[in-house]
């Protein structure tokens, strides 16, 4: 089994759940409606893209893998403020859902300006540089998903595993 099983389910209704299933047995979820379930299955599907692609350890989904909640990925409970990098996939991942809603894509030398800015504003080192070769490679894993994602009809289930990527210590 993987770290992480990821499912999301879009619900005749319109309606989508998104579950995540740890390897321990363990597992989150969280309901969405409306604009929300149009919105943020794109987005989530986003962070699969951009941390199966570039090897993040702790954006949104790695941290579920090993026992966030999905609640406490706001940075706003008792668990504390997110990661650094953690900040840095969010952004990345912002970036990428405006993209898609201008239909402009950004080379690899603004968006990293951009989130050096972003984290520098917040008092966070600048995250790594991307290549405009990731870039691509991430939004190709994107399109690919949003279309697997288009073409499921109401009341099926979109299965992703995930595996933690080696921490830098063991690698």
């Not at 692609?53 to 090993?66: H, N, S, T, V």
């Not at 288009?150 to 009341?155: D, Q, V, Y």
Request: charged share 25%; net charge negative.
């Amino acid at each position: 089994m993987p770290d992480l099983r990821i499912l999301m389910a879009k619900r005749p209704d319109g309606g989508v759940v998104l579950r995540c299933e740890r390897a321990d047995g363990s597992a989150t979820w969280q309901r969405q409606e409306g604009a929300h379930a149009r919105f943020f299955p794109l987005h989530d599907l986003a962070h699969y893209a951009a941390e199966t692609e570039l090897g993040f350890r702790d954006g949104f989904y790695g941290l579920i893998a090993r026992g966030w909640d999905i609640a406490e990925t706001t940075g706003k409970t008792a668990r504390g403020p997110l990661p650094p990098e953690a900040v840095a996939v969010e952004h990345l991942v912002g970036t990428l859902d405006g993209e898609r809603a201008t239909g402009a894509e950004w080379p690899a030398g603004d968006f990293n300006v951009h989130a050096a800015e972003f984290a520098s504003s917040r008092g966070l080192p600048a995250p790594r540089a991307l290549t405009d070769d990731e870039l691509a490679r991430v939004r190709a894993r994107m399109r690919e998903l949003h279309a697997r994602w288009a073409a499921l009809p109401g009341g099926a289930t979109l299965e992703l595993p995930f595996d933690l990527p080696a921490s830098p210590e063991t690698s």
